[in-house]
T-cell receptor
Framework: NAGVTQTPKFQVLKTGQSMTLQCAQD?????MYWYRQDPGMGLRLIYY???????DKGEVPNGYNVSRLNKREFSLRLESAAPSQTSVYFC??????????FGPGTRLTVT | GENVEQHPSTLSVQEGDSAVIKCTYS??????FPWYKQELGKRPQLIID?????GEKKDQRIAVTLNKTAKHFSLHITETQPEDSAVYFC????????????FGSGTRLLVRP
């Protein structure tokens, strides 16, 4: 039981490049989330998926898109990366008691 | 929408002392309040949570209290140990959404040996 996994662990992009962050969970959870974590600002919700086939915007969705590929996988895409998107990105899934389980994170640097 | 404020941003205590971190929330209908611990370079992990029908919950050295009237909740760590050093986040789930948590900005706790 791997829990929540994310790839890649680290990534460096140039301004304007695109990339997709991958997330998968093997706990059969319905809900999945993408957060970004910046120093002094806690965890801010980018997008979430309440269940397979649905996605909704969180607090900071601009510049991102998501895809809920199936129940296990939820990806985050940056179409044209900007330095302001330099951050640590966490994927999470949620069980029926509301507890969220986080992945190990992706550290993204945009130069 | 829900807004969560967390204080202090940093807290330094002597090993064995108690630590208290406080959060306030804006949505009076919020009904679930978890606390997450994040060690350096690691992922956040749930350490304790409380629901709106309970005023206090304890788990060994940690406890959470909730004051619905004042719309604030607190994390209490007693007999602190160096391994308690981490960043702690509070969060709140609004009544209008079963899916979203709004997180506070975090408290960096340092326990001095």
């Amino acid at each position: 039981n791997a829990g929540v996994t994310q790839t890649p662990k680290f990534q460096v992009l140039k301004t304007g490049q695109s990339m997709t962050l991958q997330c998968a969970q093997d706990m059969n959870h319905n809900s999945m989330y993408w957060y970004r974590q910046d120093p002094g600002m806690g965890l801010r919700l980018i997008y979430y998926s309440a269940s397979e086939g649905t996605t909704d915007k969180g607090e900071v969705p601009n510049g991102y898109n998501v895809s809920r590929l199936n129940k296990r996988e939820f990806s985050l895409r940056l179409e044209s990366a900007a330095p302001s998107q330099t951050s640590v990105y966490f994927c999470a899934s949620r069980d029926t008691t509301y507890e969220q389980y986080f992945g190990p994170g992706t550290r993204l640097t945009v130069t | 929408g829900e807004n969560v404020e967390q204080h202090p941003s940093t807290l330094s205590v002597q090993e064995g002392d108690s630590a208290v971190i406080k959060c306030t929330y804006s949505d009076s209908a919020s009904n679930y309040f978890p606390w997450y611990k994040q060690e350096l370079g690691k992922r956040p992990q749930l350490i304790i949570d409380i629901r709106s029908n309970v005023g206090e919950k304890k788990d060994q050295r940690i406890a959470v209290t909730l004051n619905k009237t004042a719309k604030h909740f607190s994390l209490h760590i007693t007999e602190t140990q160096p391994e308690d050093s981490a960043v702690y986040f509070c969060a709140a789930k609004g009544e209008d959404s079963s899916y979203k948590l709004i997180f506070g900005s975090g408290t960096r706790l340092l326990v001095r040996p």
